[in-house]
């Protein structure tokens, strides 16, 4: 799932827990396998990836701060970004590229 937050933050990951967004428990959890954020056009600038293998922890993102969620397409994301690039050790071991 790829999360964008009220401060242009953006996390991609394994959603592994959510709480009820009207209720006293309004977080969600996440392991996260990238991070980056938003420039002020709004594209998506990938800057950390998290080792799938040492992603041990799990961030909890207040609910109330996630200005939109959605599904990561790694192959869209290959196209419009990593073009002439190589693709990182971490999207290869994910998605057995």
Known sequence: MLFTLTSQKV???????????????????????????????????????YPKDESNFELVIPIDKIL????????????LNLSKRPVSSIFSKLFNQ
């Open 11 to 49: 996390y991609v990951g394994l959603l592994t827990r959510m709480g009820d967004p009207h209720g006293e428990d309004g977080f969600i959890n996440l392991i996260p396998l990238f991070s980056g954020y938003r420039n002020q056009k709004g594209k998506m600038k990938l800057t950390t990836n």
């Open 68 to 79: 939109s969620a959605s599904s990561f397409n790694y192959e869209a994301y290959k196209k």
